[in-house]
């Protein structure tokens, strides 16, 4: 689970759940099957578009894809039963100060609904500020509703809530630990693990970035310069988040507004949450919003893009204790010839599930996927770019604990020009990484794997 030191302690809680796995079956995840239609559904803001005309828009689009990439877009709907969306725009965001700069922003200027989902809504010098904002939102009349997770926010002192509440703001404790707190719906291992705020439902904001000062400060991520020992304490986390504006907009409301009702702990205020909206740029993007033992989309629409693959399958991801499945779809792209290469934690805040993740690394290694750990920073981001035009950004690790416990939210953006710019930004973090060799693999000490064997035990856990 992402980001423990607001939940119950490491230890403690891993025994918990290893008790659970002796009552409980274990959900598994599905086999990926590339066979599809023949054609993708494309949704405007006028409605979806007759199949020529989808046909026409995607062969504009995807002028420079390759005909591979066009053939995943129908293969990723048949998966997951979603339709692309057209006519948005899409700013990449990096790190907490950029991202918080702009969704403050969005908020500041919020005339009629603010709705925020988040896993971890800290008291601190950010939360607080964060908490100031809304509740001046709510003094002048916008409605503001709240969702966050029970265990993300297990330490936060009851009163910072009750502060927003005070101030009018509307909140949800999703899932809640105590069983009496939501009688007839306690699922206290299935977690609201989304960030997203949406803002007068035109402006949505997704990704890995929870409200917590953890972001204050940025990873030196495009810096010229490298950390010293006096900024190590100075460095936030690396993380990455993006703001939609256009048709999507409303795939992303309508997933919180729907995780909202599914809570039954109290209608939502009346309100415009879904306003008309036009076209205001020229991305296709598609909205998947996974829930706990079901569609598994998230997951679907990776494994077909590895799978896929011709050039390049370029990964960055926090927490990642991957399935047999994913190890064997990059190593098979690895081996026709695709650079695959992931950028893995070498900093973390979760020893349990580093060490989970590093038992793979034999595999992958032999099997000629290349491995960097990050140096300067806490890796908290979940994103892929593949083939230079398939590009995700979202809540979603690559573990069991989102594919299969936790419900999650990734936008998939399939264009180009978007794609350059996640490349960019993966060379960056190469950059600021150390390569993992076979050779140096090797030669890891004997307590190191005594970790990942043991580590390994808890993978459809952590």
Known sequence: MNTTRNTLPRWSASVALCLTLLVSACATLPDVDGRASNKATVATAKGPLQTKQAAALLARRWARATPDMKALAIQEEAATGVPLIAGNKVTLLIDGPATMKEMMAAVREAKSTINLETYIFDQDELGLQFADLLIEKRRQGVTVNVMYDSVGTLSVPQAFF???????????????????????????NNRDHRKLLVVDGATAFTGGINISSDYANSSFFGSSRRPTQV??????????????????????????????????????????????????????????????????????????????????????????????????????????????????????????????????????????????????????????????????????????RSFIHNYELNVIVLDPAFGQEMERAFSEDLRDSKEVTPAEWARRPFTDRVKEWASRLTEYWI
């Open 162 to 188: 009750e502060r927003m509440k005070a101030g009018g703001v509307n909140l949800l404790a999703f899932n809640p630990v105590n069983p009496v707190a939501r009688v007839g719906k306690w699922e206290v």
């Open 231 to 400: 900024d190590s304490k100075k460095v936030g986390w690396r993380d990455t988040h993006v703001k939609i504006e256009g048709p999507a907009v409303a795939a992303f409301q309508y997933s919180f507004v729907n995780n909202w009702v599914n809570q039954e702990a109290g209608e939502l205020p009346e309100a415009n949450y879904f306003p008309p909206l036009s076209a205001v740029g020229d991305k296709v993007l598609r909205v998947l919003a996974s829930d706990p033992d079901k569609g598994f989309e998230i997951y679907k629409s990776l494994v077909l893009a590895i799978q896929e693959s011709k050039k390049s399958v370029h990964i960055t991801c926090a927490y990642f204790v991957p399935d047999q499945q994913i190890v064997d779809a990059l190593i098979a792209a690895a081996r026709r010839g695709v650079d695959v290469k992931l950028v893995l934690p070498g900093v973390t805040d979760h020893g349990l599930v580093l060490h989970a993740g590093r038992a793979f690394y034999d595999q992958l290694l032999a099997g000629g996927v290349k491995i960097y750990q990050l140096q300067v920073a806490v890796l908290h981001a979940k994103t892929a770019v593949i083939d230079g035009t398939w590009s995700t950004i979202g809540s979603a690790n690559i573990d069991r």
